[in-house]
């Protein structure tokens, strides 16, 4: 069966239960943050890193659009989480992204 390779965008409580439950399932993921929200994860010996999301070329960097299989956009703030979304939507047409979004008319962008 073929390894999935999975990015979380967001370090915080929803982003490491998420790490938490892909861990326990043997899968590859990376977490990604700011480097001052990514103190838990490394404690937990997760894979992190912390890079310029607004930016294509940083994207692709982490397997945006060529080595990433699933995508989670879980950052703090909608605005991110949707921008985060449109940006690898355009580098990963294909790829399956699953964000979260804290206002119900944030869904409607998300969609």
């Given at each position: 069966?073929?390894?999935?390779?999975?990015?979380?965008?967001?370090?915080?409580?929803?982003?490491?239960?998420?790490?938490?439950?892909?861990?326990?399932?043997?899968?590859?993921?990376?977490?990604?943050?700011?480097?001052?929200?990514l103190r838990q994860a490394e404690i937990e010996g997760f894979a992190v890193?912390?890079?310029?999301?607004?930016?294509?070329?940083?994207?692709?960097?982490?397997?945006?659009?060529?080595?990433?299989?699933?995508?989670?956009?879980?950052?703090?703030?909608?605005?991110?989480?949707?921008?985060?979304?449109?940006?690898?939507?355009?580098?990963?047409?294909?790829?399956?992204?699953?964000?979260?979004?804290?206002?119900?008319?944030?869904?409607?962008?998300?969609?």
């Amino acid at each position: 069966m073929k390894t999935r390779r999975v990015v979380i965008f967001g370090s915080r409580e929803l982003g490491l239960a998420v790490a938490r439950q892909l861990r326990d399932l043997h899968c590859e993921f990376t977490l990604i943050d700011r480097a001052e929200h990514l103190r838990q994860a490394e404690i937990e010996g997760f894979a992190v890193s912390s890079i310029d999301y607004t930016r294509d070329s940083e994207l692709a960097s982490v397997g945006i659009g060529y080595g990433v299989d699933l995508i989670f956009c879980l950052l703090a703030e909608d605005a991110q989480n949707v921008f985060l979304t449109i940006a690898a939507r355009s580098l990963a047409p294909h790829t399956p992204i699953v964000a979260v979004a804290h206002a119900a008319a944030t869904l409607r962008q998300l969609h």
